[in-house]
Each structure stands twice: as structure tokens, then as C-alpha cells.
């Protein structure tokens, strides 16, 4: 109804029949200018096609509940978990920020793509053991609907780690501690070392430690990738470029003596970009308090 009641009354008051001029020498069409202006505004009506005048697909959508900075595999790895934990589908709107589409310098990409469980704390251990039991079985994780099987080419070799006469005791620790959370890792004497790598100089060594299961090598780039079509599956939206600076609103209350200040909050910040970002985010003291910057502060040529 809108369409058939502005269509008529556009075409009389546009109607520029036999009208031309000339400017500069030349003749300008006026009929035709005003012929292409009535086509898009036919075209922007209710039933009308229209396309927007420039792409906008690079840009970021107006809201996200989450923007991780940096994708990664930390960064992707955020995302997927956000995504899988989410009580129901879109409840949550991921956006991934990355510079660099082709990963050229991207730390993911540029590691050895290693995997263990000889740490000494135990938060890292279990981490570790849960990522070896999600490499293991990454198809249960990350299989998409018509796209190939994941292969992340993991290969189970084992991490050796060399311990001196002075640092024995607190491999033996270590060791200790990786055993009760699970972990599959014995413990050599030199002579059981040279037994199982005779090619290995032994002088100097005191104990060794070698982890037989769940610790190897991987293929960083076919995570990158398999991550990377998994979150796109369920719904995190990506944008290429470069975060620069946070934008807040504030509140504004006054102190104890009357004097207004300015309060500005942002709960959560995840950066996942490379050290090449030059972005970090550091404990300073003992409490629940960090230093957010850029190193170096300035640009430099």
C-alpha cells in the first residue's frame, strides 16, 4: 500500500522531461541523473532489492557480547568454549578480532606445536592432560557437517627432560606431583638413559624424566584451521583488523569530600594477540591487579 501511494506522487514531482543544461562546455542529462535516482528509490521500497553502496562486510557488527582480540588458537579456542557452554544457540555473540588473515607471524603458526605434562604445578598438568585427550579426539570436538576430518598428525613421542646432581631432588618432586594428577611419566638413571638413547652424552647427568603417553608433536597450522571452521559453525563472527584503543561510557558519583570522579569499568578483557601486538597485561603484586599497555608506548621508525 505505501509503495502504490509514493510511487505516483515521486514520478510527478521528479518528471524533468526534455530537461537538459549546459556546463563547462558540456551537456548535462538531468533526465537520466533523476531516471537513475528513481530507480533507487524504487528499489529501496518495501519488495525493492537494494544493496548497500559499499561493501560492509569487513566491518564488525554494531553489538557483541564478547570481542576477543587475536585469533589464534588461543584466541579461537576462547571462542569455541564460549560457544559450546552457551545454554542455547546465538545466546551469546562472539566476535573475533584478527589483523592477519594469512597467520604469516602469527605465534601459532611459528611454534613447534608441543605438547607435555612435566610441570610442577597442578593446574598445568591437568590442563595438559585435558588438551592431550582433546587432540586425540579433536573429530569429537571439532567436526563440521560436510567438511572433512580434522587430522592434526599428532605424534606421541614423549618429552626427556635432564636433571644435574644439584636439580635431581626437585625432578623427583615434580615427577611426584605429575604422577598423582594423572600423569604417565618415569623417571631414568643415567644408565637407563643411555639403554634407551645411546646416542645421548650423558656426562653431567644425574636423573632423567620422559613422559610415555599423551606428550608429542602436532600439526599447529590443521588446529589453527580446524578451530577456525568449528566457530565459524556455530556463530562467531570474525573482523579483520586491529584494535587501537577501548572506548567505555562512565559514571560520574562524587567522593567522601565532595569532589565529582569519573568511574570507568570494563569487566572482562581477553587479549590473545602474538607478542608482535606489543600488547600485555601483567600481575602487579600479590592481589587481583594488573597493568594493561603496549611495549613500546610510542611508535618508533
Not at 78 to 100: H, P, S
Request: with cysteine.
Amino acid at each position: 500500500m505505501l509503495r502504490r501511494a509514493l510511487q505516483p506522487s515521486m514520478c510527478r514531482c521528479l518528471s524533468t522531461r526534455g530537461l537538459s543544461a549546459r556546463r563547462g562546455g558540456s551537456t548535462l542529462d538531468w533526465g537520466g541523473k533523476v531516471s537513475e535516482i528513481k530507480k533507487k528509490i524504487r528499489s529501496a521500497l518495501p519488495g525493492g532489492s537494494w544493496d548497500a553502496p559499499y561493501d560492509t562486510s569487513h566491518l564488525p557488527p554494531e553489538h557483541a557480547d564478547v570481542v576477543i582480540v587475536g585469533g589464534g588458537v588461543i584466541g579461537l579456542s576462547v571462542a569455541y568454549w564460549l560457544k559450546r557452554l552457551e545454554g542455547r544457540r546465538g545466546a551469546i555473540q562472539v566476535l573475533v578480532v584478527e589483523r592477519d588473515h594469512t597467520y604469516s607471524q602469527a605465534s601459532t603458526v611459528l611454534s613447534v606445536g608441543g605438547i607435555r605434562q612435566q610441570f610442577s604445578l597442578p593446574e598445568n598438568i591437568q590442563l595438559s592432560l585435558f588438551s592431550a585427550g582433546f587432540l586425540r579426539n579433536i573429530n569429537d570436538y571439532l567436526a563440521v557437517v560436510d567438511d572433512p576430518p580434522v587430522d592434526l598428525q599428532f605424534n606421541p613421542s614423549g618429552y626427556l627432560l635432564l636433571a644435574s646432581e644439584k636439580g635431581a631432588a626437585v625432578m623427583e618432586s615434580n615427577v611426584k606431583v605429575q604422577r598423582q594428577e594423572g600423569a604417565k611419566v618415569c623417571l631414568m638413571s643415567p644408565e637407563q638413559l643411555r639403554n634407551k638413547f645411546p646416542w645421548i652424552n650423558t656426562e653431567g647427568v644425574a636423573l632423567a624424566s620422559y613422559g610415555m603417553e599423551d606428550e608429542g608433536w602436532f600439526d599447529p597450522w590443521s588446529l589453527l584451521q580446524g578451530l577456525r571452521r568449528k566457530v565459524q559453525s556455530m556463530g562467531v563472527l570474525f573482523c579483520q583488523g586491529e584494535v587501537t584503543r577501548f572506548v567505555s561510557s562512565s559514571n560520574r558519583m562524587e567522593d567522601a569530600s565532595g569532589e565529582e570522579v569519573t568511574l570507568k569499568r570494563i569487566h572482562e578483557v581477553h587479549v590473545s594477540a602474538s607478542h608482535t601486538s606489543g600488547a600485555y597485561f601483567r600481575r602487579e603484586g600479590l592481589g587481583n591487579n594488573y597493568l594493561g599497555s603496549r611495549s613500546p608506548t610510542e611508535v618508533t621508525s
